[in-house]
């Protein structure tokens, strides 16, 4: 009997020891790097602003299941007032037709500014209606917005999916007169994956190169804004390069084509040229770490490009499915694109 009440005295302590080596572990693992107040603006007058955070990326995920009500990524519900046309060929990916859906407000008046909107999924996953939240929001509020299609897989491996992506652009310079665009003033706007093709997208004007052929050449493919969620930034630091995802996307490892990660690296491409740049980022992100964004903020900085950044305490990748920072993001890409859109 004494040996029974030792074993379960031990067993308690041991199941104790494991259990709070378990809360460390879930509370220490994705922990922030430190906060940079000298790169992070100040929010401005009118934008919702994020919710609190958590200590590490698992912890913030564990919250984000049981107590966030998630946005509904794909197919949803309609917004009064908000007209949306799917499947407009836009251009072509080889042989492949390529496709957008459009949402335009339907009280409108006069020609308005136009957005492009590129999901994200690693290059390889996604659906053009993934950020139909964006832009039933965006549309709303006074734009003309295309959520695109691009290729994904082998199909959409570097350049390809940036060369659809400056298609898209394209088609909706072409047709501006069309569906009211004015073609001075278009963004574009991504999250992960699409943040990243958002951002090269905006710094690569005039390189033929990332032009490729699918469609309306004679048009500039060139933005006057964009607002990047949580995108890759640069594909040559160590970490980064050897991503599974990054790997099958470029079609090699780093080592057999350095030069190649250079020109993909959306913060090697970025000059004194470069538009106007929103940047929103979670600091517990462990797939794009936020210090992808802090490194592009300090070349926006030095180059004197007009930038917000919100650099989201506690938050992880992918944190904009969350309705509480949804309702951030949202309204600072407006407020954002209403800026340098809409203020001629």
């Known amino acids: 009997m004494k040996y029974l009440r030792s074993l379960i005295k031990w067993t308690g302590i041991i199941l104790l020891l494991l259990l709070s080596l378990g809360m460390v572990f879930i509370c220490a693992y994705g922990s922030a790097p430190a906060k940079r107040p000298d790169l992070v603006t100040r929010l401005p007058a009118g934008v919702v602003p994020p919710p609190g955070g958590y200590p590490s990326e698992i912890t913030a995920f564990l919250a984000g299941y049981l107590f966030y009500d998630l946005i509904p990524i794909e197919n949803g519900p309609p917004v009064p007032g908000v007209h949306m046309q799917e499947d407009i060929e836009y251009g072509r990916g080889g042989d492949t037709p390529l496709f957008l859906d459009l949402y335009t407000p339907e009280n409108r008046q006069g020609v308005l500014p136009g957005i492009l909107l590129f999901f994200g999924g690693s290059w390889k996953y996604g659906r053009k209606d993934q950020l139909r939240v964006y832009a039933q929001y965006l549309a709303a509020n006074g734009y003309v917005v295309g959520a695109v299609q691009y290729r994904l897989r082998e199909a959409g491996q570097w350049p390809n999916s940036i060369q659809d992506a400056k298609c898209a652009v394209r088609w909706m310079r072409a047709h501006a007169a069309e569906f ?139 944190m904009d499915a969350a309705v509480a920072v949804s309702n951030h993001t949202k309204s600072l890409a407006l407020h954002f694109f209403n800026r340098y859109l809409k203020q001629k």
């Open 180 to 318: 009211g665009i004015d073609p001075g003033h278009i963004g574009v706007l991504g999250n992960s994956a699409g943040g990243y093709l958002s951002l090269m997208t905006a710094y690569t004007a005039g390189q033929p190169e990332f032009e490729g052929d699918g469609g309306w050449a004679d048009e500039d493919s060139s933005v006057q804004a964009v607002v990047d969620i949580y995108g890759p930034t640069d594909f040559t630091e160590p970490i980064r390069r050897d991503h599974n995802a990054v790997v099958s996307y470029m079609g090699g490892r780093y080592e057999e084509m350095p030069e190649r990660f250079a020109k993909a690296s959306p913060i090697l491409q970025l000059s004194e040229k470069s538009p106007p740049t929103c940047v929103i980022h979670g600091t517990v992100d462990q797939l794009v770490p936020v210090t992808q964004s802090d490194r592009l903020v300090e070349k926006l900085q030095d180059f004197g490009i007009p930038y917000e950044y919100s650099r989201i305490n506690g938050w992880p990748h992918a």
